[in-house]
């Protein structure tokens, strides 16, 4: 039985900060933000680097980068304590630059808890 249903895929993001803190926490999120026709990159880095920079009790690490493979798109790295905090995080500065970067782009949010092999 394979591990893995489908064709692989492989991307490679040039991250801001050094992602190995994000991987270690309890629960990791992966969030691609792919750019909507005639928005643009640097608007949305801005709003990702303000989105990242938040000081929280929840996120253990933070960081973003460019996807090499598609200059359009982003993938944003983010560990939490838990999936409860990461859904109840939510503060309304928050909130409002999430409703920003979905203005700028379209996103694809995923959730996984890693473990050392």
């Known amino acids: 039985m394979p591990a893995i249903k489908g064709v692989p895929e492989m991307i490679h993001a040039l991250f801001k900060d050094y992602p190995s803190s994000a991987f270690s926490a309890p629960v990791v999120e992966f969030a691609f933000a792919t750019l909507k026709e005639g928005k643009a990159m640097k608007e949305l880095g801005r709003h990702l680097d303000q989105l990242t920079d938040q000081d929280?009790?929840?996120?253990?690490?933070?960081?973003?980068?460019?996807?090499?493979?598609?200059?359009?798109?982003?993938?944003?790295?983010?560990?939490?304590?838990?999936?409860?905090?990461?859904?109840?995080?939510?503060?309304?500065?928050?909130?409002?630059?999430?409703?920003?970067?979905?203005?700028?782009?379209?996103?694809?949010?995923?959730?996984?808890?890693?473990?050392?092999?």
């Open 56 to 117: 929280t009790k929840t996120v253990v690490s933070a960081t973003w980068g460019p996807v090499l493979e598609n200059r359009r798109e982003t993938l944003m790295i983010v560990g939490w304590q838990s999936i409860e905090e990461a859904a109840q995080n939510g503060t309304p500065e928050i909130g409002n630059l999430i409703e920003q970067i979905m203005e700028l782009s379209t996103l694809l949010v995923k959730h996984a808890v890693l473990q050392e092999y």
